[in-house]
């Protein structure tokens, strides 16, 4: 068995994995890095998600890498588009050929003694196993189980006769002109997937068991535009930037410091759109605004199709799928030729692999996060988490960039192991995301890692402060100890 070491090893090639890749490359020339990626392309979730009208949440000027430039008016990328800008990136930076793929990652063990993580993977296409190396282990694998989406216990669900398909794995041959369609769901996929199928299939019905907010954003950045015919591309890119970041930032706080006028504001905005007739009981949530993430559409696009009669939301609980349809609690019956159940993620921490610290399992949700970025008692190890308040890859930028500080550090200092330590116990029984209701969010509570009742076990979701204690607060702070291997 051949046993590969490197400097600094990291899971996942996708945004997260490519940027953290390209940061501590840069910043250190002679260090040996990889990038271990299970499937056999990069881009991660850009690369696996396939379904009509895949796009990005979040603004792409934020969304992008601020190292790199996001080059294009579009506000919501499509995903082809946000995997090739992750592939330029790689390939600009040299990452491309520190890639190794097809390997999933089972376990990663800590020796005090060595030093070092011993990481178990398996090649997937050969079988066989291989064993890597590392001084620093890095995971960027994000939340979700590629595997396999939530799929609820739906009954009947095995009478439907026509095709059943998640979103997570979107089949390549699925016709859906001229077809009646249904998709469960309210979130961000949904609300994706029902203006994208719209026009082609006979129908669209979006069933949904409770709403969601939806606010409508415009599909391109016209500002930039102007500003582009008379500015470099790079300033273009900055101003519009730090531009978003603090409409993003203003938004969140809005509706936490003014929930009941927020919550007008997002209803009225939806009003408009769809008109004076409408049913606005399937875009009036239960809960105040950011209690689950907001939804965006670009320029309206989902109430467009609601307006014209292509698509029609349906509010309620389904009793059975049946053999054309699914049965509802209220008695009406949908039919379907094809079902889309955009029901969500199961959520998976590391990539499903096992940790453990001279031969003592470690389970993440039993540690805290130290600055959302190391995690509590265990060695040479970064977890990195985007936001779930604004763009993912604002978190991971800055992640990275404290990586590399912290290496900086070490070597200066003649350091092999930094270690974060709880002497003032500080630990809650707490959740890092606990404050969000999202039913993936609730259902990842036994695995999500917990948060302090004190900076820097406290997570903050809060990019100026993130950033102050990432880039800005000293690296030494009595938590964080320092040893050289034996």
Aim: with cysteine; net charge negative; glycine share 10%.
């Amino acid at each position: 068995m051949n046993t590969t070491h490197f400097d600094v090893l990291i899971i996942g090639a996708g945004l997260s994995g490519i940027g953290t890749a390209c940061q501590v490359s840069a910043e250190f020339p002679n260090k040996t890095i990889a990038v271990l990626e299970r499937r056999e392309r990069l881009g991660g979730t850009w690369d696996l998600f396939r379904y009509p009208g895949i796009r990005s949440d979040s603004d792409m000027y934020s969304f992008g890498y601020k190292f790199r430039p996001w080059n294009d008016s579009k506000v919501l990328a499509d995903g082809a588009s946000i995997r090739e800008y992750i592939a330029d990136t790689a390939r600009e930076y040299g990452i491309d050929r520190k890639v190794h793929y097809g390997v999933k990652i089972v376990a990663a063990e800590w020796s005090t003694t060595a030093g070092r993580w011993t990481v178990t993977a398996l090649h997937e296409a050969s079988g066989e196993t291989r064993t890597y190396t590392c001084g620093f282990l890095v995971s960027c694998t994000g939340y979700y189980d590629y595997d396999a989406g939530h799929l609820p216990d739906f009954p009947g669900l095995d009478k439907f006769e026509g095709r059943c398909v998640h979103p997570q794995h979107w089949p390549e041959d699925l016709d859906y002109t001229g077809k009646k369609v249904v998709v469960i769901g309210s979130g961000a996929t949904a609300v994706t997937v029902v203006p994208s199928m719209a026009g082609d299939a006979e129908h669209v019905t979006m069933l949904q068991r409770s709403p969601s907010y939806i606010f409508s954003v415009p599909a391109l950045d016209k500002i930039s535009q102007v500003l582009g015919r008379f500015l470099p591309d790079k300033w273009v890119y900055s101003s519009g930037r730090k531009r978003n970041i603090a409409v993003q930032r203003g938004l969140y706080r809005a509706c936490r410091r003014w929930p009941r006028q927020m919550r007008r504001f997002l209803l009225w905005q939806v009003r408009r759109r769809v008109g004076p007739g409408f049913d606005m009981s399937h875009f009036t949530p239960s809960y105040m605004p950011w209690d689950e993430r907001l939804c965006a559409v670009p320029d309206g696009n989902l109430f467009k199709v609601l307006a014209s009669g292509e698509a029609s939301i349906v509010t309620d609980h389904i009793d059975t799928f049946t053999e054309t349809g699914i049965a509802l609690e209220s008695g009406r019956e949908l039919e379907a030729d094809i079902i889309v159940t955009a029901t969500g993620l199961n959520i998976q921490m590391l990539g499903g692999m096992t940790l453990s610290v001279d031969g003592e399992a470690r389970e993440l949700h039993e540690q805290m996060t130290y600055k959302g970025v190391l995690v509590e008692g265990i060695p040479n190890l970064a977890w990195v988490f985007g936001y779930t308040n604004a763009s993912w890859t604002l978190k991971s930028d800055i992640a990275g960039a404290y990586l590399c500080r912290l290496l900086r550090h070490m070597d200066e200092g003649g350091h092999t192991v930094a270690t974060p330590r709880d002497v003032e116990n500080s630990a809650l029984d707490v959740g890092m995301l606990d404050e969000l209701q999202s039913g993936y969010v609730q259902r990842a509570k036994a695995v999500m890692p917990r948060q302090g009742s004190r900076e820097p076990w406290k997570v903050l979701m809060n990019y100026e402060k993130d950033t102050k204690m990432l880039l800005d607060d000293p690296i030494c702070d009595g938590l964080l100890r320092f040893e050289a291997s034996a």
